[in-house]
């Protein structure tokens, strides 16, 4: 089992970045693939990028791709997704999730563990 903590939220204009961190206890962390996800108020919860367990691969949406990139580091056990050229509509609370099983990648009921949720607000 491995616990998640999401950081890194906050407000920020539009047009702006955020780096956001994920840090995991537990069983070893390069046993996982790793995503985010994020639900805007009274909206579905949305794949945003997902890494494979090497970080060799990563998965965006086409509403982030060119934007956002996923990294990790396996030695301190926390993924990192990086938000640039931020827009209004990227408003939602981020999770961070970890999955072991084979599956879709952007299929959020394939990821077996979650954190709590960070917030990111942004203003335009």
């Known amino acids: 089992q491995v616990q998640l903590v999401e950081s890194g939220g906050g407000l920020v204009q539009a047009g702006g970045s955020l780096r956001l961190s994920c840090a995991a206890s537990g069983r070893t962390f390069s046993s996982y693939t790793m995503g985010w996800f994020r639900q805007a108020p009274g909206k579905e919860r949305e794949f945003v990028a997902a890494?494979?367990?090497?970080?060799?691969?990563?998965y965006y949406p086409d509403s982030v791709k060119g934007r956002f990139t996923i990294s990790r580091d396996n030695a301190k056990a926390t993924v990192y997704p990086q938000m640039n050229s931020l827009k209004p509509e990227d408003t939602a609370v981020y999770y961070c999730a970890a999955r072991t099983v084979l599956g879709m990648i952007g299929a959020g009921s394939f990821y077996q563990y979650w954190g709590q949720g960070t917030q990111v607000t942004v203003s335009s």
């Open positions: 890494i494979s367990r090497s970080g060799d691969s990563t």
